[in-house]
């Protein structure tokens, strides 16, 4: 009784708005403990078993994880999916039917084997077999050339790195796993004309003349922006092409990289030779390439979704690819052509929404997705910085963006990383060499050509 009176006593001396709140609390609590609910709460069962139970959540619900201005994590597009597949022609198919498609990177300052993978999409588990096998594999010095090739279902099937003139570290996937050879010459290089004329399609013609699968898939992709074999090759045209092999007692062990081409057609005439950076000029010295764009759009948007093919949903655990690069770009920003070339694709998709495909040259196509207005139509050439679309938020959106892709040798690569064509000459400090060897091997390659 005295603590009460106690309590009480304090409680008066209180300020006002204290005794007020206090009060006001007291009834919240009491309240709360007198109140029931009218439906008796029940228990949760003990879930006793141990086999996996798979709950289906709405993809509404899942579309809240995504990040925003991208796609949700759910919609994933198929690079398979007949609506993005891009017609091959006749020298397409030929070649696809009897060589791998080999992919080259050349190791710039600061690359490591695992951002080379990570730029081309490759899986990181083959990168570990292949050090597993040969950890030397790690060590990549600035400027030597890298060379793969990959399975169907996106293994790496031959990988090659070129150390020196000389020497070459080879790998190739088997029943057993990547067997590892070191690979040197140890003979001496040397030319070989091969000649031929154009009796029915340019790839036959070249096989005829002893030119290999390979060889021809490197002369198509070298001359892609100067002469079109698949639609410009005609009956009569006349070729004559340098080989260098390796000869070791008089005998050639290697079928030889191509060196040079001299092609006549009619009154046109077509003459490339590889420089010692790997790529091909004509006979001044001038880029047979056609430069491409990092970015498609006039100026930088904030990226709101990176590459990355491994991509994992946060509550299913699978692999979610994401093979592009979106922008978060207002509604009605221009889309610009990342390079010459031909419009192939432009419709509207379930997924992508409204978008546009663009073939540049063999080697590479770019895809627009999620736009708001299309600018061009199938068949429109279109040339590097030219407005092809307006971006939007069409198909399976979290918010007005451009998804842009980049596919190389029909694989999607990071756009934002690898390197991209230039379209420079050889500097000027060897410019002068260069001419002087190029118009020696032309008189040459001219001196076999078929009459």
């Given at each position: 009784?005295?603590?009460?009176?106690?309590?009480?006593?304090?409680?008066?001396?209180?300020?006002?708005?204290?005794?007020?709140a206090l009060a006001s609390t007291s009834l919240l609590v009491?309240?709360?403990?007198?109140?029931?609910?009218?439906?008796?709460?029940?228990?949760?069962?003990?879930?006793?078993?141990?086999?996996?139970?798979?709950?289906?959540?709405?993809?509404?619900?899942?579309?809240?994880?995504?990040?925003?201005?991208?796609?949700?994590?759910?919609?994933?597009?198929?690079?398979?999916?007949?609506?993005?597949?891009?017609?091959?022609?006749?020298?397409?198919?030929?070649?696809?039917?009897?060589?791998?498609?080999?992919?080259?990177?050349?190791?710039?300052?600061?690359?490591?084997?695992?951002?080379?993978?990570?730029?081309?999409?490759?899986?990181?588990?083959?990168?570990?077999?292949?050090?597993?096998?040969?950890?030397?594999?790690?060590?990549?010095?600035?400027?030597?050339?890298?060379?793969?090739?990959?399975?169907?279902?996106?293994?790496?099937?031959?990988?090659?790195?070129?150390?020196?003139?000389?020497?070459?570290?080879?790998?190739?996937?088997?029943?057993?796993?990547?067997?590892?050879?070191?690979?040197?010459?140890?003979?001496?290089?040397?030319?070989?004309?091969?000649?031929?004329?154009?009796?029915?399609?340019?790839?036959?013609?070249?096989?005829?003349?002893?030119?290999?699968?390979?060889?021809?898939?490197?002369?198509?992709?070298?001359?892609?922006?100067?002469?079109?074999?698949?639609?410009?090759?005609?009956?009569?045209?006349?070729?004559?092409?340098?080989?260098?092999?390796?000869?070791?007692?008089?005998k050639a062990v290697t079928r030889g990289d191509v060196k040079?081409?001299?092609?006549?057609?009619?009154?046109?005439?077509?003459?490339?030779?590889?420089?010692?950076?790997?790529?091909?000029?004509?006979?001044?010295?001038?880029?047979?390439?056609?430069?491409?764009?990092?970015?498609?759009?006039?100026?930088?948007?904030?990226?709101?979704?990176?590459?990355?093919?491994?991509?994992?949903?946060?509550?299913?655990?699978?692999?979610?690819?994401?093979?592009?690069?979106?922008?978060?770009?207002?509604?009605?920003?221009?889309?610009?052509?990342?390079?010459?070339?031909?419009?192939?694709?432009?419709?509207?998709?379930?997924?992508?929404?409204?978008?546009?495909?663009?073939?540049?040259?063999?080697?590479?196509?770019?895809?627009?997705?999620?736009?708001?207005?299309?600018?061009?139509?199938?068949?429109?050439?279109?040339?590097?910085?030219?407005?092809?679309?307006?971006?939007?938020?069409?198909?399976?959106?979290?918010?007005?963006?451009?998804?842009?892709?980049?596919?190389?040798?029909?694989?999607?690569?990071?756009?934002?990383?690898?390197?991209?064509?230039?379209?420079?000459?050889?500097?000027?400090?060897?410019?002068?060499?260069?001419?002087?060897?190029?118009?020696?091997?032309?008189?040459?390659?001219?001196?076999?050509?078929?009459?």
């Amino acid at each position: 009784m005295k603590i009460l009176k106690v309590a009480a006593l304090t409680i008066k001396q209180l300020p006002r708005q204290h005794r007020i709140a206090l009060a006001s609390t007291s009834l919240l609590v009491v309240a709360a403990m007198m109140w029931q609910p009218s439906t008796p709460i029940k228990q949760a069962s003990t879930f006793q078993s141990s086999e996996r139970v798979d709950v289906e959540i709405p993809i509404g619900d899942l579309d809240v994880l995504s990040e925003q201005n991208s796609e949700p994590l759910g919609a994933v597009l198929d690079p398979e999916d007949p609506e993005f597949q891009v017609p091959k022609d006749e020298l397409e198919q030929q070649l696809e039917e009897v060589v791998d498609v080999a992919h080259t990177h050349k190791v710039a300052s600061g690359e490591t084997l695992g951002v080379i993978f990570s730029q081309y999409a490759l899986p990181l588990n083959d990168m570990y077999r292949l050090i597993k096998v040969n950890k030397s594999i790690q060590k990549l010095g600035v400027g030597q050339m890298i060379e793969w090739s990959v399975t169907e279902e996106g293994r790496v099937k031959e990988f090659t790195i070129r150390r020196n003139a000389k020497v070459m570290d080879s790998y190739t996937l088997t029943e057993q796993g990547y067997q590892y050879k070191k690979l040197e010459e140890n003979g001496v290089i040397k030319p070989v004309m091969l000649t031929g004329r154009i009796s029915g399609s340019f790839y036959q013609s070249a096989r005829s003349a002893g030119l290999t699968p390979s060889q021809i898939q490197t002369l198509v992709q070298a001359l892609q922006w100067r002469f079109d074999f698949g639609r410009e090759a005609r009956k009569g045209d006349r070729f004559a092409v340098s080989v260098e092999r390796e000869f070791i007692d008089g005998k050639a062990v290697t079928r030889g990289d191509v060196k040079a081409l001299y092609y006549l057609s009619g009154h046109r005439e077509v003459f490339v030779m590889r420089h010692e950076d790997g790529q091909f000029y004509d006979e001044g010295g001038k880029s047979l390439n056609r430069a491409l764009r990092r970015i498609p759009l006039a100026k930088r948007y904030r990226i709101s979704s990176s590459f990355n093919p491994r991509r994992k949903h946060p509550v299913t655990g699978r692999i979610s690819p994401h093979n592009g690069t979106d922008f978060a770009t207002p509604i009605g920003t221009p889309v610009l052509a990342a390079g010459d070339g031909v419009v192939v694709k432009a419709r509207k998709h379930p997924l992508a929404g409204n978008y546009v495909v663009i073939k540049h040259g063999r080697e590479y196509m770019t895809r627009y997705l999620h736009l708001h207005r299309l600018l061009v139509k199938v068949g429109d050439k279109v040339t590097m910085g030219q407005r092809i679309a307006l971006s939007g938020n069409t198909g399976r959106s979290t918010g007005p963006h451009l998804h842009y892709e980049l596919i190389k040798k029909n694989r999607a690569v990071n756009a934002m990383k690898v390197p991209l064509p230039q379209a420079e000459p050889i500097s000027s400090k060897q410019r002068g060499r260069f001419t002087q060897l190029a118009s020696d091997e032309r008189q040459k390659l001219l001196a076999v050509m078929p009459g």
